[in-house]
């Protein structure tokens, strides 16, 4: 599955473009999932440790939707699942 | 030949400047973690390669990074901090009951015996520690879980455990400070603490004298007099010479006792600096002029230290944990500002010069004395 990721976490992932992660099931929990046991530094910058939902200021898009309200298990689009098109998550503009 | 290197945390970044024992020409080194707020950085007394970081987010959260090579390469360690226990409520700024949540680490504080023990004190307020080099954090609950822990109220800045301070001469003792809950101290590693804030007075409390509730902004000490605190509080330059048990003021004239950062000269346990800041209203130096008040005898007798620093249109701050001095001789003291300069007077405070300007808002400067 292609993943965007914001700028800062490619930083810190030492990462550039695209990454790809082969999660378990096509959600953004099991996307996450697959990112953290990849990229063990991205630990928590996505989702919040402690109470493991989105961290507020973060975004989940794809297919041209907004996804960061959708449940975390919720399946995502068929085209993100089969690779055609990228999940983006997003630091979201906000602090000016 | 001797040096130093000073660790710079900002807003946007961490940067670190070196010099030779002369202390007048700077190599600067950085950003590292561009774009990251970087609370703290400081390095092992006993292994002075070892430095631990604190980078933080608003966006992407928590993040500590260690570096085993003096700063030139970093490494992610473990970043959950998770409270022992139930977490309970501490008061909002509205008097609610709040929980306890985590937020940033705000101050670093590495064993002075071993290079991979560190404490982190973070908000909402609570004491951690890592024995493996900042890999696993366990909390020293005792602090938080403390009786009055549930009247405990954030400052402006959040409810940060900001102040941790090791005494090498008795061990078993820390000491740590939190906006606004006051000064606490541990005789027994940090299980159990005390609240030592008797003699503070806080006009902003319905009662100004209460055991807790003091918006304490940093306490600094000198290893060769363990038993004697300096405080820079709210408003109030404090002292104290039984280990916290009791406190009296030392303002003395000054041109007014509110700031942020107090430290000691490295050889004199009783020459002290603070920077005067107008008001909590108005935090910028009196008259924009950015000047540096040192006490030869502990308080109460101040001298203003303007060789080097800007006397006319100067409205920065300089935080809590932005001032620190080195071991040499002369002993330097270092600051850095919101406005994004950094300072260094290698004669103990009679002239300055401007190492860097024009950083990211300065959050915290330490500095290291190399062999």
Request: glycine share 14%; net charge negative; charged share 20%.
């Given at each position: 599955m292609r993943v965007v990721l914001p700028p800062n976490l490619r930083a810190l992932a030492r990462v550039e473009g695209e990454i790809e992660v082969d999660p378990e099931h096509s959600t953004a929990n099991a996307v996450i999932d697959a990112i953290e046991e990849r990229f063990p530094m991205l630990r928590g910058t996505i989702r919040d440790l402690y109470t493991n939902r989105r961290r507020s200021h973060v975004r989940f898009f794809a297919c041209e939707r907004?996804?960061?309200?959708?449940?975390?298990d919720a399946p995502l689009p068929d085209a993100v699942a089969s690779g055609s098109e990228p999940f983006l998550i997003v630091g979201a503009i906000s602090g000016g | 030949m001797s040096g130093v290197r000073v660790l710079v945390g900002t807003k946007k970044g961490a940067f670190v400047l070196t010099a030779d024992g002369k202390r007048e020409s700077w190599t600067v080194d950085g950003?590292?973690?561009?774009?990251?707020?970087?609370?703290h950085v400081k390095g092992s007394p006993?292994?002075?390669?070892r430095i631990y970081a604190s980078q933080t987010s608003s966006w992407f959260g928590q993040v500590m990074q260690r570096s085993n090579d003096g700063g030139r390469t970093w490494e992610t360690v473990g970043n959950e901090f998770k409270y022992d226990g139930e977490t309970g409520t501490h008061q909002w700024y509205d008097g609610t009951p709040h929980p306890w949540a985590f937020a940033r680490v705000w101050h670093l504080e590495p064993s002075l015996h071993d290079r991979d023990t560190v404490y982190a004190g973070v908000e909402d307020a609570a004491l951690f520690k890592s024995t493996d080099g900042g890999a696993t954090w366990s909390e020293l609950a005792g602090l938080r879980t403390h009786s009055t822990g549930s009247s405990w109220q954030p400052g402006a800045g959040g409810m940060c455990l900001h102040t941790i301070l090791l005494d090498g001469a008795h061990p078993g003792r820390i000491y740590t400070a939190i906006s606004a809950a006051g000064a606490f101290r541990s005789d027994d590693d940090g299980a159990s603490w005390k609240p030592i804030n008797k003699g503070l007075h806080s006009n902003f409390m319905p009662d100004p004298d209460a055991e807790v509730g003091h918006c304490v902004h940093r306490i600094a000490m000198h290893p060769s007099r363990p038993n004697t605190l300096f405080m820079q509080k709210h408003w109030d330059v404090m002292r104290s010479d039984d280990a916290g048990d009791t406190w009296r003021e030392v303002s003395g004239n000054l041109p007014t006792d509110f700031g942020f950062p107090i430290d000691v000269h490295a050889h004199d346990p009783e020459t002290i600096y603070v920077v005067p800041i107008t008001s909590d209203s108005h935090h910028f130096p009196p008259d924009g002029k950015l000047r540096v008040y040192r006490s030869t005898?502990?308080?109460?007798e101040w001298e203003a230290l303007t060789n080097?620093?800007?006397?006319?249109n100067c409205y920065v701050n300089v935080l809590r944990d932005a001032m620190a001095v080195d071991r040499l001789d002369d002993c330097g003291i270092y600051f850095g500002t919101t406005g994004g300069s950094v300072y260094v007077s290698p004669d103990g405070g009679d002239t300055w010069r401007e190492?860097?300007?024009?950083?990211?808002?300065?959050l915290s400067v330490e500095v290291q004395t190399l062999a």
């Open positions: 907004d996804l960061s309200h959708e449940p975390l | 950003p590292h973690f561009p774009g990251w707020e970087i609370y006993v292994d002075p390669n005898t502990g308080g109460n080097g620093l800007p006397q006319r190492i860097v300007r024009d950083l990211p808002g300065v």
